[in-house]
């Protein structure tokens, strides 16, 4: 059985603009982060949850700053490829 929501999605990068002062690069799974797999979720899921957006099968392996916890926060290799990606609203499907 799946669980679809509707959600806000951002996107970030590993620099201390998108991830503070003390962004060390590493995601809070403890490793690197990877582009097209990474999403940080918000703190109800599991690390390791698959979830669907956009036809596109991503792994919670990090989390969102606290104040914007129920967002979602797709990994991007770069800051530019980031802010590229802007603020959406999306259908987000939670993987058995």
Same mark, same amino acid.
């Not at 979830?51 to 700053?65: F, L, S």
């Given at each position: 059985?799946? +669980? &679809?929501?509707?959600?806000?999605?951002? $996107?970030?990068?590993?620099? #201390?603009?998108?991830?503070?002062?003390? =962004? &060390? %690069?590493? +995601? $809070?799974? *403890?490793?690197?982060?990877?582009? *097209?797999?990474?999403? =940080? %979720?918000?703190? $109800?899921?599991?690390? %390791? #949850?698959?979830?669907?957006? +956009?036809?596109? !099968?991503?792994?919670? /392996? /990090?989390?969102? $700053?606290?104040?914007? /916890? %129920?967002?979602?926060? !797709?990994?991007?290799?770069?800051?530019?490829? =980031?802010?590229?990606? *802007?603020?959406?609203?999306? @259908?987000? @499907?939670?993987?058995?």
């Amino acid at each position: 059985m799946t +669980n &679809t929501i509707h959600a806000v999605i951002t $996107a970030y990068c590993i620099c #201390t603009k998108c991830c503070g002062p003390h =962004a &060390t %690069g590493l +995601n $809070a799974a *403890g490793h690197k982060p990877v582009e *097209g797999v990474s999403i =940080a %979720g918000p703190r $109800a899921y599991k690390l %390791g #949850t698959r979830v669907e957006i +956009n036809h596109h !099968v991503y792994v919670i /392996d /990090d989390r969102t $700053a606290k104040r914007f /916890d %129920g967002r979602w926060d !797709v990994y991007r290799a770069s800051h530019k490829s =980031a802010l590229k990606w *802007g603020k959406q609203e999306l @259908t987000v @499907t939670i993987l058995p």
